[in-house]
């Protein structure tokens, strides 16, 4: 608390202010794989991964789920303006929302897309590709917004005073983790990762030193100490035994990620879209029960779509 909003007395009126500004993540979509609807899904929403991170009036977008969609209706009001938009890879439930992301379609509006490199195709015909007359009835030509693709290689990308970092996760394409830093404060964002694959063990019968870290090494080391993780943990242990290697990590296994990387808060995103709000209850509940289990009962809840989170 800053010292102006302290009173001198319990008499005096008392007026709460976090000091200073802090940046904010806000979910569009919140859902991997595939959009869901229905009454089972109405607390956490069934659009698939978007969010908008900033501070007031700047802001940059990670995916393009079906979430965008919102965004972009939102972004409107605002009139045009210069969209900068990470990719973290291009998996459907990541860029499905890209072709009905209104400031597209209107002159002035200025999209950059950064992406991965990728394994083979880039990411100009990945998006085109995606637009073509068998799956879309408009082209990419003609879109009327100007659309610039940024390929992310060594460096970090800095945007007003927003630095951004990304590191390799362990997923079935190229696939980027992203970390946000601004003015000291941290958050990483990981949307799609399988940690610790096949392993279906306690986690905390792991050394910290065994061989099976090594291949996540670099993305422990780049977490480190954030003051928000954004990490998925999709499958329950249950549904981890027959899914590994579709690139996502067991519930477990992700809590022990959250213990290794420091992190002081975690919000999980990407549910599973068989989740619906009663499964995702009684998961967290697991959850925090495991990082207990852990000795690491940090703050942990779900993320559900239109969230804004503050770190
Ligand atoms: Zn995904
Ligand atoms: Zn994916």
Redesign the pocket.
Known sequence: MSTESTPLSAEAPYFPAIPGEHPYIHFFGTR?SIPVSGPRFVRHGGNTSCVAIGVGENYFVIDAGSGIRDLGLQLLKDGPRKIHLFI??T?W??IQGFPFFAPLFIPGYQVVIYGASGFGKDLKSIFRGQLDRDYFPVQFEDMRAKIDFQILETESVVLNDFKIEWESTH???A?LGFKVTWKGRTMGYV??NEFLPGFHGAPQWLDESSKIFAPHAKLIRFLRDVDLLVHEAQYTNQEYMSKVGW?HSSMSNACLLAKLTRAKRWIIPHHDPMHDDATLASKLNLTREVLSTLDHSIEVTHAFDDMIAYF
């Open positions: 991997g973290t890879h998996h439930d990541h997923h079935p394409a696939t949307s799609d690139g």
